[in-house]
């Protein structure tokens, strides 16, 4: 199984939009929970979105919830955020995570085994 892939990062003015990808083989039959983290220099890795793929629920960081959404694409092993009204606070990289751990909280680092190299996102005001 490969390791994830993120494209789509790029540089847009506040309230922008983007949808960002993750693609790698066998990516949504080898892991219970995809998710989408985020992080600046110097802070912590922060959840954004993540969902379970057996009953297609999504979770979302309360700062997100109504303008990001993770959807994916079973025949291309892709996973998506679409992110809209985006945020010059929300300016970063962005990565996917697979390879879930059952028993842990979909949001922290901790619970999952593979990451890609991840994305940049820049928002301007």
């Known amino acids: 199984q490969g390791q994830p892939v993120e494209s789509g990062g790029d540089s847009v003015q506040v309230g922008g939009s983007l949808r960002l990808s993750c693609t790698a083989s066998?990516?949504?039959?080898?892991?219970?929970?995809i998710a989408w983290f985020r992080q600046t220099p110097g802070k912590d890795r922060e959840g954004v979105a993540g969902?379970?793929?057996?009953?297609?629920?999504?979770n979302y960081a309360a700062s997100v919830r109504d303008r990001f959404f993770i959807t994916r694409d079973n025949n291309k092993n892709t996973v998506f955020l679409q992110m809209r009204d985006l945020r010059p606070k929300e300016t970063a990289t962005y990565y996917c995570?697979?390879?879930?751990?059952?028993?842990?909280?979909?949001?922290?680092?901790?619970?999952?085994?593979?990451w890609g190299q991840g994305t940049q996102v820049t928002v301007s005001s």
């Open positions: 995570a697979a390879g879930y751990r059952a028993g842990t909280i979909w949001s922290k680092p901790r619970a999952y085994s593979r």
């Open positions: 066998g990516l949504t039959a080898r892991s219970d929970v």
């Open positions: 969902l379970t793929l057996h009953n297609s629920k999504e």
